[in-house]
């Protein structure tokens, strides 16, 4: 069964650009997370869909950020533009509906802002 | 405010001795613990996990436990491969948030032959 996918690996841009990075979580799974990871730190949720609706995007910078889930299936997370502070890893997950299910996650996007 | 946290950035343990990994968190409403593993350029991978009405949990060589008066919580690795190094993230959940998960700031563990 294949995994969470996320492309592209790698990415760099300069400041002031836009990117986008896309996710296709494992078949079935309702749950989808976008997730950054600064160098040093532990994963941080941005914003937690189930099916197509954001749940829980409380600590997604709205201001430059945005996501979307159209078809309850896929996710894109755009940052325009993007600040040098938004270099990090950005993980995709998803989990089965329910609190006690395991959180996949993908190998993730590294961003390198110059 | 770091609600969970790893104070101890590396540990080295030789080949066939034990390794443990702790985990200190803040927020008494966390009632899910789990362990993650992370090898460079890779995503997490989930490890094991523990409810809060547990005090033990095991799978092969890896045992979770966990203290809640203590607050505290340790992944235990015996005996210790070459293959476990990596970075190992504890993270924590409340069963009101969905699937949210706080993480702490990881553990580099490598494990010498």
């Known amino acids: 069964e294949a995994g969470v996918v996320q492309s592209p690996r790698y990415k760099i841009i300069e400041k002031k650009q836009p990117v986008a990075f896309w996710c296709n979580p494992i078949s079935g799974h309702n749950t989808l997370y976008w997730y950054r990871q600064n160098l040093g730190q532990g994963p941080e949720l941005l914003i937690r869909y189930e099916n197509e609706e954001a749940v829980d995007d409380s600590q997604l910078p709205k201001d430059r950020f945005s996501a979307e889930r159209l078809k309850g299936v896929d996710s894109t997370l755009k940052i325009q533009p993007a600040e040098l502070g938004d270099s990090a890893v950005y993980l995709c997950?998803?989990?089965?509906?329910?609190?006690?299910?395991?959180?996949?996650f993908g190998e993730g996007s590294w961003l390198t802002v110059v | 405010d770091q609600q969970v946290k790893q104070n101890s950035p590396s540990l080295s343990v030789q080949e066939g001795r034990i390794s443990i990994l702790n985990c200190d968190y803040t927020n008494s409403m966390f009632d899910y613990f789990l362990w993650y593993k992370k090898y460079p350029a890779e995503g997490p991978t989930f490890l094991i996990s523990?409810?809060?009405?547990?005090d033990k949990n095991e799978d092969g060589r890896f045992t979770v436990f966990l203290n809640k008066s203590a607050k505290h919580l340790s992944l235990h690795i015996v005996p210790s491969q070459p293959g476990d190094s990596a970075v190992y993230f504890c993270a924590a959940r409340r069963g009101n948030q969905g699937g949210k998960l706080i993480f702490g700031q990881g553990t580099e563990l490598s494990v010498k032959p």
């Open positions: 523990i409810s809060s009405i547990k």
């Open positions: 997950a998803s989990s089965l509906g329910g609190t006690g299910n395991t959180i996949y």
